[in-house]
């Protein structure tokens, strides 16, 4: 990632928010998914709901058969894909948690964005952001202040919100 880009979103998230920010270069993110680990919470809910549960359920029942049954195809799969990547590889921004969770949301908002991605932290903001080119502003994806803003974990560099839900970025 520019170092060039970095300093310039960094002088003008200090000039916009009036405090001093630290600004952590991501690169070029693309989304990945991780399962909903509250799934069999929800599945059992489910089964309450009379016989549209019970369909859910068993349908539910089948992804899981067939996806236990195709694991070694998409695996060798998987391989082949993996010597034949052609161009830089983009790394995935993961998110976790419940599915109506923020950090699905901000998942969303970053498939749109295909340039290099920051993550801009201010003592009382959180942003992330999409840096477009040298003498261009800084896209504003998500942000976050106060009560809506996520806990940081550097290593690996992770989101947290207070709804349970995690985003999960690679560093560049």
């Known amino acids: 990632m520019d170092e060039h880009l970095i300093t310039q979103a960094q002088q003008y998230f200090e000039a916009a928010w009036r405090e001093p920010v630290q600004v952590t270069g991501m690169g070029r993110v693309t989304v990945g998914s991780r ?7 929800e599945r059992s809910a489910a089964s309450e709901n009379g016989p549209r549960g019970c369909l859910v359920e068993i349908g539910e029942f089948l992804v899981d058969v067939a996806s ?13 894909r993996l010597f034949k990547r052609d161009g ?14 923020e950090a699905y949301r901000v998942a969303e908002a970053l498939k749109q964005r295909p340039g290099e991605v920051a993550v801009v932290r201010g003592k009382t903001q959180l942003a992330i952001v999409e840096l477009t080119g040298p003498g261009a502003q800084p896209t504003v994806v998500w942000s976050g202040r106060g009560a ?18 995690m985003l999960m970025l690679p560093v560049a």
């Open 68 to 80: 236990t049954i195709t694991w070694p195809f998409v695996t060798v799969w998987a391989l082949f």
């Open 88 to 101: 830089p590889k983009r790394h995935a921004a993961i998110p976790s948690g419940p599915a109506t969770g």
């Open 35 to 41: 399962r909903d680990r509250r799934g069999k919470r």
């Open 148 to 165: 809506e803003r996520p806990q940081w974990s550097p290593a690996p560099a992770s989101l947290y919100w207070e709804d349970g839900s």
